[in-house]
């Protein structure tokens, strides 16, 4: 099973030609809701993959609450270990571009639940766990707790330090797969070019992938820095494109592809979803992601 424990939150997304200037105001093009949050992004995620998955996350007791809750439910995930804590859901407000280029502002509501303490009373959520994935929307003590706990267990963690957060040692030395992109990479180590800093975060554990977006992904081999090329697609939204890449890595790692191949998978369905409106809305099913391969002349899964 893969048990995702993050954040989950109600995404207000704007789509305009570009962001407003300060003071300003213009004109959007569409406007939607969606289910988001980047824990149960990458729990929708490992859902249309087909992938057999678990999700702990909360929600506040308010109309949102509702929403998320059925919305995971439709995108056939447990909701059993969503908790509906007092208090506001959380809330990201987001600006989409005509590139498919954002700008978010999240509330984090009953995200805030997810502490240290909630989670080492729930051991029992994580016995059946072959990996884990984290993200940062929830408390740092609560993913802190949540790797220690994962790693007790035997099973592998993927962490993607978003939003930016310095990361303390005691997170990362539990870590097997950290999934930084240039400005989360910068966060983590300040000096040095990308592969100094690969290497100086491998030096403490776990394999860095850097997520460069429309550039594709780095990691080090060898000691010489690699690069996979992304799949040119033409963006929309690249919201959630992060969580889909994660969720996407590890079902591909679960299904037995090696990690190049897993990063070519999470490259393709995060190309899937960015020509797509919407987080969650927008991932793929393995069947879209191994005809997308297919057809780009790329192995099959
Ligand atoms: O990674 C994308 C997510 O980040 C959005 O769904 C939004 O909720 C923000 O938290």
Redesign the pocket.
């Known amino acids: 099973m893969i048990l995702v424990i993050g954040?989950v939150?109600v995404?207000l997304v704007s789509f305009a030609p570009r962001f407003p200037e300060f003071g300003e105001t213009i004109s959007g093009t569409d406007f939607s809701i969606?289910q988001?949050?980047?824990g149960a992004?990458q729990a929708v995620a490992v859902a249309r993959m087909g992938g057999n998955v678990g999700f702990f996350g909360a929600v506040g007791k308010d109309a949102f609450g509702d929403f998320l809750v059925k919305s995971l439910q439709n995108s056939r995930v447990d909701v059993m270990n969503i908790v509906k804590v007092k208090g506001g859901s959380?809330v990201?407000s987001?600006w989409v571009d005509s590139n498919g280029e954002n700008a978010?502002i999240?509330n984090v509501g009953a995200n805030a639940y997810l502490t240290a303490e909630v989670l080492e009373k729930s051991h029992d959520i994580f016995k059946d766990a072959s990996y884990v994935l984290l993200q940062l929307?929830t408390p740092m003590n609560g993913v802190v707790k949540a790797a220690q706990i994962a790693k007790n267990f035997g099973a592998k963690v993927v962490l993607d330090p978003?939003p930016a957060r310095v990361l303390p040692n005691e997170l990362i030395e539990n870590i097997d797969y950290i999934t930084p992109n240039g400005t989360e990479l910068l966060t983590l180590i300040e000096e040095g070019d990308t592969l100094s800093k690969i290497k100086r975060l491998e030096s403490h554990g776990p394999k860095v992938i850097v997520k460069a977006g429309a550039e594709g992904v780095y990691y080090a081999e060898n000691d010489e820095l690699k690069h996979l090329n992304a799949f040119k697609v033409k963006a929309v939204d690249t919201?959630?494109a992060?969580?889909c890449f994660n969720a996407s890595f590890t079902v591909a790692l679960s299904n037995g592809l090696n990690f190049v191949k897993s990063c070519e998978f999470a490259m393709a369905a995060s190309a899937i979803s960015v020509a797509r409106k919407g987080?969650?809305s927008s991932f793929p099913t393995k069947k879209e992601v191994d005809n997308f391969l297919r057809r780009r002349g790329t192995f099959e899964t």
Do not use: F, H, P, R
Request: hydrophobic share 30%; proline share 0%; charged share 20%.
């Open positions: 954040s939150n995404d969606y988001g949050g980047k992004n959380g990201a987001i978010i999240l929307e978003a919201t959630g992060g969580d987080a969650g």
